[in-house]
Nanobody, 121 residues
């Protein structure tokens, strides 16, 4: 089963963009899903997570109130709506999956290829 993030690109500060993460070769049924990001010269950091049902979400303080994670299980896809973008949001964004909520935000079992998000003024 593979995860693939898409939707990145070059955007301006204050703008919006929606990232998608699709699963192929399987469904990750029952799995929590998450987004992480890694900026140049920095360690990968947690951004947002969502349970299988979508009933519970969690966000890093740096994106709370600006980003929203959602999922469509019928499409095996998770989304990250990014609003009010800042230059410090520039990073490669990765999606991840794990069957347990306690580990999705720290050590997810499955990782996808990232998508570059660049925010400029």
């Amino acid at each position: 089963v593979q995860l693939q993030a898409s939707g990145g690109g070059l955007m301006q500060t204050g703008g919006s963009r929606r990232l998608s993460c699709s699963a192929s070769g399987g469904t990750f049924r029952g799995y929590a899903r998450a987004w992480f990001r890694q900026a140049p010269g920095k360690e990968r950091e947690f951004v947002a997570a969502i349970t299988w049902s979508g009933g519970t979400t969690n966000y890093a303080d740096s994106v709370k109130g600006r980003f929203a994670i959602s999922r469509d299980n019928s499409k095996n896809t998770v989304y990250l709506q990014m609003n009010s973008l800042k230059m410090e949001d520039t990073a490669v964004y990765y999606c991840a999956a794990d069957p347990r909520w306690v580990t999705i935000m720290s050590d997810p079992r499955a990782w996808g290829r990232g998508t570059q998000v660049t925010v400029s003024s």
